[in-house]
């Protein structure tokens, strides 16, 4: 859950449970949620340096260690790269409590982006699932999106 | 110049899944003594120590404060260094800096982990960033996965060319008394295994284990003296990436950080063609997968050819660069001990102490550390002063 501290520009990530820590989102990461919940699409950032495309957009380009300042507009669509069903149980650090399982953590590639964003993909059943299928984002109701990485419920596989 | 050094002795515990007669600390101590015990010195004789396990895992904060009566570091220098599962390999390589500088001339490294009481899982989800990669990423497992998949969509490899990895690993830690899995296995029994997380199986993965490791580096004149073959540290390089999970992989490039510490320890070491110059390889693959995709990064063998080079028997006890005499990764997993126990079998190998599991003649060794976000550690020992 987000604490909504000033939402207009900077937000916070909080826990479910009430747990002794919470975690600046910062000016880039908090605009890429405003992006969310006002047009229901990405925004990434250009390394001046590299010419790379970050998504979500962060500060500094890490390999280059430069600051970024050029949003780039994206939509909300990708490329599958990489993927895992994931079907042991676990404890979620975040909230105490099991991880629902089964469900696919994915590696996508949006669509003007050159990094790999991190999500969980709408199939579980592995002969359904493959390398480079188009995916595209699906968001929460405007009105339950909170600024977390949860207001993008999921993706689902388009083709 | 920096100070030539060497591995003189190596320690370690017998790993089992759980140690229940054993805290933490005297688990340590168990590896100390041994490595102590190899070269002939007591705890005396160390004049400074690094110690590193797993952030988290046992919920043991100042390690290196809390493990002193293990460690023998009662009012000597010591330091922490932990850096995920490339942990022991990073110790080492502290440890050879600090004798490298000329400040010390005998320097004991320790990796441990007692797996049985940590929270793996969900201690290694939180090294992942907690806004963005943490709600969906589950552990060591899935990470793996996805390199998996991407590379068997590249290149056409299948799951049994993985599940050949474990049959060699697991058969080869028959001959190891310290390593914690001793049945052996089939393609079969890894092909019938559950399913994990697609598509790795229960035993196409690491164990969880309880155990601990150290290693004694001495100053060259000291070494001669301490060990009858010394093994030699002739490189050692270390490549880290950064935190975003989903960047770290290049899945056209491979494994980056272990192809760029490999290729600069290479340089540093003089090898030019390593499948054919090293006489064994301890790698860290926590996976199956791993062990026919990393090799290609550490240029065993060319892009896509990993699972072809295995099958042929390369890998094995009697081929061209035999992997894992140990067992490996896949055999034990004490974490924080785990780079470190692929340095001490990799100098076990050149000082010809490995018993059962020894080849017949090494004069060139490779040891490396996976961990964190795909990162790699790289160390070559060898038999001749260097
Ligand atoms: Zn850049």
Redesign the pocket.
Known sequence: MTTERDYDKLLTVALDKAMPYDWSIGLHGSMFFQEIRENQRFVGIR?P????VYVPPRRV?G??Y?EMDELVPLSDTGTLRAFSVVNYPFIDPNTGGQRPVPYTYGYIQMDGADNIFSHIINETDVSKIEVGMRLKAVFKPKEKMQGHITDIIHFDIIS | MAQKVAIVGTGQTDHKSHRPDVTGQEMIREAVDRALEDCGITIRDIDAIVIGNMDHFESINYVDNWSIEGSGGFMKPIMKVTTGGTTGASVAIAAYYHVASGMFDRVLAIGWEKNSESDTTGAIITCSDPIWDRFSYSGAIPSLATEATAYMKQYGATQEDAARVAVRDRNNALNNPHAHLQRPITLEDVMSSPMLAHPIKLLDVCPRTDGACAVVFAADGEAQRLAKKPAWIHASAVRHTYSWFGDSTDYDAGLVSLARASQEAYKKAGITDPSRELDVAELYLPYTYAGIKWIEDLKFCGRGEGAKFVREGNTNMDGMIPVNPSGGVISTNCIGATALLRVAEASIQVMGKGGKRQLPKVNKALATGFGGCFWSDVMILGAERS
């Open positions: 390394c340096q590299c010419k790379k380009c390999p280059c430069t």
